[in-house]
């Protein structure tokens, strides 16, 4: 299974260079060289830079704890990207290394604006937004995971999403209960990442089987209080009213 997990995390970040290339008109490896060594250095690389392809290298270059000299410098990279991310202005596969680099960071300036990603246009945005809400992000953003885990139509948002709500470690038993019956999902890489997660949330190690799974979330939530429904979820995560049933 840890195998199957690799495979998968080292797809997308063919799939992030790849998707960058076309997006920029990226001429080559030439446009990934090293181009500084320090944040202020990358700062001022995308603050004039008209070149896509050297705006894309220093988003990239700033996820380095090494390139920063104190968390106030974070804190400005932070507030930079979270402005460039949301001015329209940069393309798929930019946006997206902005969100991994957020989440690298893991500054909290970056939450509204990550959470706002996880509903972005491409798949590609989502999925690494998703992964960066898992270190920026606070455990009752656990729902908004939950509803990309369970409606989102790309199977890499999903993965992302649960892998996140394992860094999360949200008390909830909805999601527990989603994530034990992700275990039995027909997508080997979702029920891979449906274990890790459980077993980070709880701590335990009850094998690759559901029911073990199962019983022990019952045991954590013994009493029997109305359970949240898929409505209440996307509700919570919208922020909208849930729908009255007739």
């Not at 997308?12 to 290339?21: G, I, K, S």
């Not at 001022?44 to 704890?65: G, T």
């Not at 804190?75 to 991994?100: D, F, H, Q, W, Y």
Request: proline share 4%; charged share 25%.
């Amino acid at each position: 299974m840890q195998g199957e997990r690799s495979i998968a995390q080292s797809w997308t970040a063919a799939a992030l260079a790849f998707a960058m290339a076309a997006s920029t008109g990226c001429a080559g490896p030439q446009a990934f060289g090293f181009r500084g060594t320090t944040a202020r250095s990358f700062i001022r690389q995308i603050s004039e830079s008209n070149d896509p392809n050297v705006r894309y290298a220093a988003y990239d270059s700033l996820r380095s704890a090494n390139v920063y000299d104190n968390d106030e410098q974070k804190a400005e990279v932070a507030k930079l990207l979270v402005a460039n991310m949301r001015s329209g202005k940069e393309p798929t596969a930019t946006r997206a290394v902005i969100c991994r680099t957020l989440g690298s960071i893991a500054r909290p300036e970056a939450r509204q604006a990550i959470l706002a990603a996880t509903s972005d246009e491409d798949a590609l945005v989502r999925a690494e937004a998703c992964r960066a809400l898992g270190r920026v992000g606070q455990a009752e953003d656990s729902t908004v995971l939950a509803r990309v885990m369970t409606v989102d139509t790309s199977g890499e948002c999903r993965v992302a999403a649960i892998e996140s709500l394992g860094l999360l470690k949200a008390k909830d038993r909805r999601i527990n209960e989603f994530l034990v019956a992700g275990m039995e999902h027909e997508d080997p890489a979702i029920r891979v990442a449906c274990l890790h997660s459980l077993r980070s949330i709880t701590g335990k190690d009850l094998g690759v089987e559901a029911m073990p799974w199962k019983k022990y979330v019952e045991s954590l939530y013994p009493s029997e209080a109305p359970k949240a429904d898929p409505a209440t979820i996307e509700a919570k995560a919208t922020g909208t009213k849930p729908a009255k049933s007739k």
